[in-house]
C-alpha cells in the first residue's frame, strides 16, 4: 500500500509542478498577456502567487475544523516551526527565480538544471536519516543527472551558438541560488513532519508556511524598493554603452528613450548623467530607468501589488492553486526519507520539451534524447520496488 501510496501523489505532484512551469511562463510571454509588455515584477508575481497559496491552505484549514478537527492539531510545535520558517525564507527566494527566469527563458531550457540538487540526496538522507542507498537508486540518478546535461552538450562545447537556447550568467546564478534553495527545502521538509507534533496534518503545515511566505515578501516589497531609492540604484551618474544597448534601449518606449536622452548625454565610453536637474527631472528619469529593470537585483521588487495589467496575475493565481498542491503533496510524502521518492517529482521533465513544441518553441533533438534519457534513469531507480518497502522516518514527537 505504501508504493500505491506514493506513486498517486507522484503522478499528481508531477502534474502540479508541470503546470507551474507552464502557468509562470505564459504569465511572463507577452503574447498570452493580451501583446502588452508584462509590467509586473517577479517579486509582485511571487506576492499574488502566495496570496493564492495561503487562500487554498486557509480553505482547507476550513474545512477541516467544520470536519470536527480539533485546533490543538494546527500547532505543530516550536521545532516544526522554526524549520517551517526557514522553508519558507528560502522558498520565497527560489519563487522570484522562478518568475525571473521563465521571463527570459523557454521552461525545457532551464527547467531541468534547477534539479541538480538530486544527485546529493541519497549522502543528505543517508547523514540525516540513516536511509538505505539502494544500486539501483545510483545507476538511475547517474543517468538523470546525464540525462539533464545532454540538451546542454552543443552549448558546453560551443558547437551551437543561438542565445535563445542558452542561459546567460544570469540564468546560470539563478539556477545555483534555486537549486540550493530547493535541497535545503527537500530536507527540512523531512525535518518539518519528524518534528511536528502527533496528529498535525500537512494542510496545518502548508498554512503555516504560506503564512511566513506572505510576511517575508511583502517584507521584501516594502523595504528593497526603499533601500534602491536612497541609494539611487536606478538614478546612476554612468551608463556604459553595453548597458544603455541591453538595459535602456532595448526594453524603452519612445517617449521614456526620449526622457532619458533630455536628462544624460553620450560620452566616448557611454552616458553620464547631465549635471543641473532639478528634483522634478531626477525623479521622472529614476522612475523611466526603474521601468527598464536596469538594476537587475532591485527591479525584482518593482511595482505595485496593483498592476495595470492583470492578465499576468491570472496565470499566477492559476499556479497558486497547483502550488498547494503540490506543496500538499510534498508534506503528505515527507514522512519517507527524500532521496526515495523526491527524484521521481520530476518526471514531468521527461515531457517539457514535447510540450514546448505545442507552442512553437524551436526543441532540438538533444533536448528529446535528454528527455529519453532522464526518464530512463527514473525507470532504473524503482526496478527492484518488490525488494524494498518503504518505511516511514522515525518520529520525533
Known sequence: MEWIFLILWLLIINGGLGGQYILNWMGNQPRFIGEKTVGVSPGVMTWWREVSK???????VIIEIARGRKLKYFWPGTISMVTIVICAFTGVIENIGFFYLPRYY??????????VYLAFLPFFGKFLFNAPIRREHWIGISLVILG???????????????????????????????????????ILNNKTVQTALKGVGPNALVFWREIWKMLFISSAL??????????????????????????????????????????YFQTDDGYKL?????????AKVEAVISSSSYHRFFSLFDGSIIPDNWIPILFVIAAGLTGYIYSFGFFNLSRFSAHLWVPYTNVYLALLPFI??????????????GAVV?????????????KNKVEEIEKKN
Not at 274 to 282: A, D, F, M, V
Request: glycine share 6%.
Open 54 to 60: 495561503l487562500a487554498w491552505a486557509t480553505i482547507a
Open 222 to 263: 516594502f523595504i528593497f524598493p526603499l533601500i534602491a531609492h536612497w541609494s539611487q540604484v536606478n538614478l546612476p551618474e554612468t551608463i556604459t554603452t553595453i548597458e544603455y544597448q541591453t538595459r535602456i534601449e532595448k526594453t524603452m518606449e519612445a517617449d521614456e528613450l526620449i526622457t532619458f536622452n533630455s536628462s
Open 374 to 386: 532522464v526518464t530512463a534513469g527514473l525507470m532504473v531507480g524503482v526496478m527492484d520496488y518488490s
Open 148 to 186: 539533464l546535461a545532454v540538451p546542454h552538450i552543443p552549448w558546453m562545447i560551443g558547437a551551437a551558438v543561438d542565445a535563445s537556447n542558452s542561459l546567460d550568467l544570469n540564468g546560470i546564478i539563478w539556477i545555483i541560488i534555486i537549486n540550493c534553495c530547493l535541497c535545503s527545502q527537500q
Open 274 to 282: 547631465k549635471p543641473g536637474l532639478n528634483e522634478e527631472q531626477l
Open 106 to 115: 523557454s521552461p525545457h531550457i532551464f527547467a531541468p538544471y534547477v534539479s
Open 356 to 369: 514546448m513544441l505545442l507552442f512553437g518553441k524551436d526543441v532540438t533533438g538533444w533536448q528529446v534524447g
